[in-house]
């Protein structure tokens, strides 16, 4: 029977533990992943969030180390996104006459849609007593669906945070204070760009939704629990929602026969020599979702391809569309799209064409070499490189 663990008086985390899971619909979780819900036991004993349906059984296990399954009155579903609600239906056949609560509208349709259940709506000002505590809604649209809420409990200063403030991270320890938080924040940056970048007008708005309550504990749903370093996650948070980047670049290439290399190599030592902290990603090497890491805070960032088969190469073309799905304005950030070709600089072209789109701010037209790039070249693309710092700190 495997253990739950009591995170505070008669609270407890009954979640799952995938220790060996390295991709998350595209993401890799080198860390594994954990689905994290809790188990109130109160007047009414009461769920929040449920499992992966694959985490069922262990997370039946948990639950049933407290308490039997079919004495819960009240169920929570803060997002319906299969990875939380996964366990439901085996819940709702546990224990038939728990009363489910979901946002509403959104969260008691996708409830409906998803496994033909009919659930209780709530909005953001509603609260229900289960005893001795009071659960609040607060309704935190898109961040990253449209049916998230987070539920706010008091008497116990914890936030159920749901996918807010989570990380993709499989550990033993429970809290953000017994694990080594460097690796903690990492992770957290890492979910934050991957799945939560887009919304940073939402997590502003949630953000001021929270304001104030004295919260000693945020509770997510994927990883560790934060109650020591609060503030910390508050301010990256308030940091990646507003956009806010650092004097960091990075240099993202693809390249058959080295000469986009050269180019990017040059590029990559033209920021260190002026200071800035500068990655260089060979896309053959580096998954496109830790790119994101590196990018989320960087204000450079330069893209480049050789030309294969009249396109840019599939690898760049792959991480241009998921970049520009996290991060579609980028008007704050300086890009230079670049790349070698044999006979039409094509892939650098549309390797340009893309970061348009995805509104970099673009101070040079791409920087193309036909074939390989000599001295004089590497030596014009250091120069250029320079006057694009140079310009940015004026
Ligand atoms: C399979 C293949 C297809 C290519 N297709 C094109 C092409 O359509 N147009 C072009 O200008 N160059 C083409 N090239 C030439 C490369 O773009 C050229 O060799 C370039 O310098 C390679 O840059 P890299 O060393 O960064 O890979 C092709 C090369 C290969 C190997």
């Not at 990256?236 to 693809?254: H, L, R």
Request: aromatic content about 10%; some cysteine; proline content about 5%.
């Amino acid at each position: 029977m495997l253990n739950a663990i009591e995170i505070a008086p008669k609270v407890w985390w009954v979640g799952g533990l995938d220790w060996n899971e390295r991709q998350f619909h595209g993401y890799t979780t080198e860390r594994g992943i954990t689905y994290n819900a809790y188990l109130i036991m109160d007047e009414k004993v009461t769920l929040i969030d449920t499992a992966k349906a694959t985490f069922t059984d262990e997370f039946v296990q948990r639950i049933s180390q407290v308490v039997d399954p079919a004495k819960i009155d009240v169920v929570v579903t803060n997002h319906v996104e299969m990875d939380h609600s996964g366990s439901l239906p085996k819940i709702h056949e546990l224990a038939p006459s728990a009363t489910i609560y979901a946002s509403a509208p959104a969260g008691v349709n996708e409830i409906r849609a998803h496994y033909g259940i009919e659930v209780e709506g709530v909005k953001t000002g509603d609260s229900l007593s289960i005893g001795e505590r009071t659960l609040h809604f607060v309704q935190t649209p898109m961040v990253h669906w449209p049916d998230n809420m987070v539920t706010w409990c008091p008497e116990d200063g914890i936030l159920f945070s749901n996918d807010a403030f989570g990380q993709h991270f499989a550990t033993s320890k429970r809290f953000d204070d017994e694990n080594d938080l460097a690796e903690v924040m990492k992770q957290a940056k890492k979910y934050y760009a991957n799945i939560v970048w887009p919304y940073g007008a939402q997590v502003q708005k949630a953000m001021g939704a929270l304001a104030g309550l004295d919260i000693k504990m945020i509770a997510p749903s994927h990883g560790v629990i934060w109650r020591s370093n609060i503030p910390a996650i508050l301010e990256k948070y308030q940091a990646w929602s507003t956009y806010q980047t650092e004097d960091k670049a990075v240099v993202v290439f693809d390249s058959m026969w080295h000469s986009t290399e050269l180019m990017a190599r040059e590029i990559c030592d033209a920021f260190i020599k002026e200071g800035v902290t500068a990655q260089l990603i060979d896309l053959k090497h580096t998954h496109i979702s830790d790119i994101m890491l590196y990018m989320c805070d960087a204000r450079y960032v330069a893209v480049g391809s050789p030309t294969l088969n009249s396109n840019m190469m599939p690898t760049v073309a792959s991480f241009l569309t998921y970049m520009r799905g996290l991060s579609p304005n980028n008007s704050q950030r300086i890009g230079i799209a670049f790349g070698s070709y044999g006979w039409a600089p094509l892939g650098p072209k549309q390797v340009e064409q893309a970061m348009q789109d995805a509104k970099f701010e673009m101070p040079v037209p791409v920087i193309t070499q036909q074939w390989i790039p000599g001295e004089e070249k590497l030596t014009e693309i250091q120069d250029t490189v320079k006057k694009i710092i140079e310009d940015t700190r004026a």
